[in-house]
């Protein structure tokens, strides 16, 4: 079984952005170390979501690295992806893992040690934990919860811990340090002049 990806890049849908050249350029330098999360806005259509995770899967296949799909698990498994990732809006983890069956990769979204806990019993096999910090990437989400909030919840997970929201390769070795496994990111690689180097620094931060 390969390793638990330590760097998770989530697609960025938003208008102007090109999703699959930032994909591309982070498997170039990553390969089988990353896991791409297929994300896309809640007024995509499934077809629009479908068509992106398609050709991410087979990007990902290509390189050996992992395929998770965001919310649409229905989407995850007809494109025959490695796992998803469900939060508190989306199907509750216990009813996730029916879904996707019991050998998928199933992350779910925790703020603090209780809930994480309560997702693992459910059935999660990594926690996505934060906000960590402040991000202008996604609306409506509560106050950051740090460094402190990161590691509360990495010592009582029991499986890998993924941090995510405004996470930069400055900020990885306090983020490791707290116990996250890894980090996942949207920003730091679709907002980059150059992804390929912008990967390789996030990288080097993980190693
Ligand atoms: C790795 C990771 N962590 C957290 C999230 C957020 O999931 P969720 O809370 O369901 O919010 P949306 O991404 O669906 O808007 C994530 N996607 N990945
Ligand atoms: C999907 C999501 N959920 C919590 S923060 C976030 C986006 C994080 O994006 P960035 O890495 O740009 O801060
Ligand atoms: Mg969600």
């Known amino acids: 079984m390969r390793p638990f990806p330590r760097l998770h890049l989530i697609t ?99 703020r603090e040690p209780a809930s994480a806990k309560a997702a693992v019993d459910a059935g999660a096999t990594y926690l996505g934990v934060g906000p960590a910090y402040a991000t202008t990437t996604k609306d409506g989400l509560p106050p950051p919860i740090g460094i402190e909030g990161v590691a509360a919840v990495a010592g009582a997970a029991g499986v890998p811990v993924i941090a995510i929201a405004g996470v930069t390769a400055e900020r990885i070795p306090d983020l490791r340090a707290a116990g996250a496994h890894g980090v996942a990111v949207i920003g730091a690689l679709s907002g980059a002049p150059d992804p390929v180097e912008a990967t390789r620094k996030l990288w080097d931060a993980l190693r």
């Open 12 to 110: 960025d849908t938003r208008p102007g952005r090109d999703p699959l050249a930032v994909v591309a350029a982070a498997l170039a330098v990553a390969g089988a170390g990353l896991a791409v999360q297929v994300r896309v806005e809640d007024e995509a259509t499934d077809r629009d979501a479908y068509d992106l995770a398609t050709r991410v899967r087979a990007f990902c296949a290509e390189a050996g690295a992992t395929c998770l799909v965001n919310d649409r698990l229905h989407i995850a498994l007809a494109v025959g992806a490695d796992g998803g990732h469900v939060g508190a809006l989306d199907l509750p983890v216990e009813a996730a893992r029916r879904v996707l069956g019991p050998r998928a990769i199933l992350g779910a979204t925790a």
